[in-house]
């Protein structure tokens, strides 16, 4: 079994991962990037086609890398993004080590060999630290109620869902859920003129999706308010907007009709709705996040509900953080533009360590 040693070892090559990377290599210090995927950038690569990005290219810039020449006004499609990332890695010519599927994590009682951590091709890297970049949440959520639905009604899970020619038929789609994604991927439906029944929370808050907007954030710095600040603890304790843009142009479509809330299944083949309920259903899409799924860290550090504890990425292991998490320190820490912030802190504090 291969074993080698680095001083940090970075697990996940997404933005988060590459943003880690990228303070580490500027420190001089040992390390690897693990990624389980075929390339960097593949899980933006995989997402349904119809994605855009949320924030305009200059607000998306990961550290040392602007986004490539174009109108600094537009909203980068999931190819760019991914595009974005192969090249960044490539730049700065960062050691990621692809198809490195991470299957046990554990802390030593060696403290300059502070993990172990194992792949699924028997790779063994020991390591001072580990910085966990694997997104936020990785486990596809669905309601308990979806089991109610009959086996003529075919269910996708947004993790699935690429284009509309995946859902059978010409009937009645239902798309599940109050965030960004599930907005784009009704319109994305309804764009083929079958009916689309949008289970949507219309309490949820919206935010402007303009350049306007984006430089009075910049400005205001209100994207960077720490949770652990008064203002942050009330930012913390709304639900997470979605862009008007995102809605309103859904609104546009004749046959898209909003429910509200999905509240359970009706006769085995509706949904039923806050404000209304479902014709018989052909398909649904479940756009409704994630659950965590850290099976494979064997360490003291989640709560309840399988989540990981920490301070601003650093968990009470010594050694071991986190990165990417939603507001791991503010609102723009699970977003592209916000990367970089919580990556050089978290990397300045690990070095530290004796």
Same mark, same amino acid.
């Given at each position: ?7 940090t070892?970075?697990?996940? %090559?997404?933005q ?7 303070y *580490?290599?500027?420190h ?5 990037v ?11 690569a995989?997402?349904?086609?119809? *994605?855009?990005?949320? @924030?305009? $290219? ?5 550290p040392?890398l602007?986004?490539?020449?174009? @109108? $600094?006004?537009r ?6 993004a %991914?595009?974005?990332l192969?090249?960044?890695a490539?730049h ?12 046990r ?7 300059? /060999?502070?993990?172990?951590? =194992? ?5 063994? =890297?020991?390591?001072?630290?580990? !910085? !966990? ?6 486990? $596809? ?16 899970? @947004? ?6 020619s ?21 319109a994305d439906? %309804?764009?083929t ?6 289970? =949507?929370? /219309?309490?949820? $808050? ?19 308010? @720490?949770?652990?600040?008064a203002?942050?603890?009330r ?22 009709q909003? !429910?509200?809330?999905?509240l ?11 404000? %209304?309920?479902?014709?018989?259903? /052909? ?17 003291? !550090? ?32 699970? *977003?592209?533009?916000?990367a970089?912030?919580?990556?050089r802190?978290?990397? /300045? ?5 004796p």
């Amino acid at each position: 079994m291969p074993i080698e040693a680095f001083h940090t070892v970075v697990i996940g %090559a997404g933005q988060a991962g590459l943003a880690a990377a990228y303070y *580490l290599q500027q420190h001089g210090v040992s390390f690897v990037v693990l990624d389980e995927r075929e390339t960097v950038g593949d899980v933006w690569a995989t997402r349904f086609d119809a *994605l855009r990005l949320f @924030s305009p $290219p200059w607000a998306s810039n990961l550290p040392g890398l602007s986004w490539p020449p174009g @109108s $600094p006004l537009r909203y980068p499609s999931k190819d760019e993004a %991914a595009q974005y990332l192969q090249q960044y890695a490539a730049h700065f010519k960062l050691p990621v080590r692809l198809r490195q599927r991470v299957t046990r994590l554990l802390p030593t009682s060696d403290s300059d /060999e502070g993990f172990h951590i =194992y792949t699924s091709d028997n790779q063994t =890297y020991i390591c001072k630290n580990v !910085i !966990i970049c694997t997104g936020a949440y990785t486990a $596809p959520h669905m309601p308990m109620f979806a089991a109610e639905l009959a086996p003529t009604v075919v269910q996708l899970h @947004s993790q699935a869902y690429r284009r509309p020619s995946q859902l059978p038929g010409t009937g009645a789609v239902a798309v599940v859920g109050s965030g960004n994604s599930a907005l784009q991927i009704a319109a994305d439906v %309804a764009a083929t003129g079958r009916p689309v029944f949008v289970a =949507y929370d /219309e309490n949820t $808050p919206t935010l402007p999706n303009n350049n306007l907007m984006w430089a009075l954030l910049k400005i205001t710095g209100l994207m960077n308010v @720490s949770r652990h600040t008064a203002l942050g603890r009330r930012m913390l304790s709304r639900p997470d907007p979605v862009v008007s843009s995102d809605l309103t142009r859904l609104r546009q479509f004749s046959n898209a009709q909003f !429910i509200g809330r999905a509240l359970g299944v009706a006769n085995e083949t509706r949904l039923h709705g806050r404000q %209304a309920t479902t014709p018989p259903l /052909e398909a649904v899409v479940w756009a409704t996040g994630y659950a965590p799924d850290y099976d494979w860290i064997e360490a003291p !550090i989640f709560d309840a509900k399988g989540s990981p504890k920490h301070y601003r990425g650093l968990t009470s292991v010594p050694g071991l953080a986190f990165l990417g998490l939603p507001w791991l320190n503010s609102r723009s820490s699970a *977003l592209m533009g916000g990367a970089g912030r919580d990556a050089r802190y978290v990397v /300045e504090q690990l070095l530290k360590r004796p």
